[in-house]
C-alpha cells in the first residue's frame, strides 16, 4: 500500500500570524496542501471564496455537521468553523501531506481520531506584539479584537497537547522552524520505507 500522507495541525492565537506562516510554508512545499474550511464569519477585505475560507450561512453549517461533513468544528470567537472530511481523507489515502490551520478546540478533536498527525502550536513573542499585530492589520473591530485577546490564556492553557511550539517572532526564522518539523516527521521510522532496500532480499 501506498504511504499515507501526513497531517500537520497548526493552531496559536489570533494574531500570531498562522495565515502568513502557512502560506508561506505551503510556497515553500508544494506537495503539501492546505484544508480549506467552513466558516460562517463575515468574509474580511482581501479574503477569497475557497482560498481562505467557504463562507457558509448558518443554516448550511448546520446541515453539515448533521451530514458528518466536519472532520471537527468549533465555534471560535462567535463563529463557526469546521474542516471538511471529504478532501483530508482523499489526501490521506493518496499520501498527500494536509495541513490543517485550525484552533485548540478542533486540534483536541482532531487529536482524537488522528493520534499520529503532528501538532504545532504558534507563539507570539510576547503579549504586546500579539495585540499590536492585532490592531494594526486593521480587519476587525475593537470589540472582536478584545473577544479574540480574552481567548489567549485558555488558548494557551491546551499547548501541551501539542507537538512542537514554534515562536513567530521573526518571519523567516519561523518558517525554517516549520519546515525543520516537516523533515523531521518525514524522516520518523514509521514515516518511511527507506530502509526496506537495505534488508537482505528486501524490497522496496
Ligand atoms: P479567523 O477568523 O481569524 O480566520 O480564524 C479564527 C480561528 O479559527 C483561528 O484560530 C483559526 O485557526 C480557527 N479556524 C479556522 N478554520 C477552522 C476550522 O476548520 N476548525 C476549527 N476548529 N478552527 C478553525
Request: proline share 3%.
Amino acid at each position: 500500500m501506498e504511504k499515507e500522507g501526513l497531517l500537520f495541525v497548526v493552531s496559536g492565537p489570533s494574531g500570531v500570524g498562522k495565515g502568513t506562516l502557512c502560506a508561506k510554508l505551503l510556497a515553500e512545499l508544494p506537495e503539501m496542501a492546505l484544508s480549506i474550511s467552513h466558516t460562517t464569519r463575515e468574509k474580511r477585505s482581501g479574503e477569497v471564496e475557497g482560498k481562505n475560507y467557504f463562507f457558509v450561512d448558518k443554516e448550511t453549517f448546520l446541515t453539515n455537521i448533521e451530514n458528518e461533513a466536519y472532520l471537527e468544528w468549533a465555534e471560535v470567537y462567535g463563529n463557526y468553523y469546521g474542516t471538511p472530511k471529504a478532501l483530508i481523507e482523499e489526501n490521506m489515502f493518496h499520501g498527500i501531506d494536509t495541513l490543517l490551520e485550525i484552533d485548540t478546540q478542533g486540534a483536541i478533536l482532531v487529536k482524537e481520531r488522528f493520534p499520529e498527525a503532528v501538532f504545532i502550536f504558534l507563539v507570539p513573542p510576547d503579549r504586546k506584539t500579539l495585540a499590536g499585530r492585532l490592531i494594526h492589520r486593521k480587519t476587525d473591530s475593537e470589540e472582536v479584537i478584545s473577544r479574540r485577546l480574552a481567548a489567549l490564556d485558555s488558548e494557551l492553557e491546551r499547548m501541551p497537547m501539542y507537538d512542537y511550539v514554534v515562536v513567530n517572532d521573526e518571519l523567516e526564522r519561523a518558517v525554517m522552524d516549520l519546515r525543520a518539523i516537516y523533515r523531521a516527521e518525514h524522516l520518523r521510522f514509521e514515516n518511511t520505507k527507506s530502509y526496506l532496500s537495505l534488508k537482505t532480499g528486501g524490497e522496496n
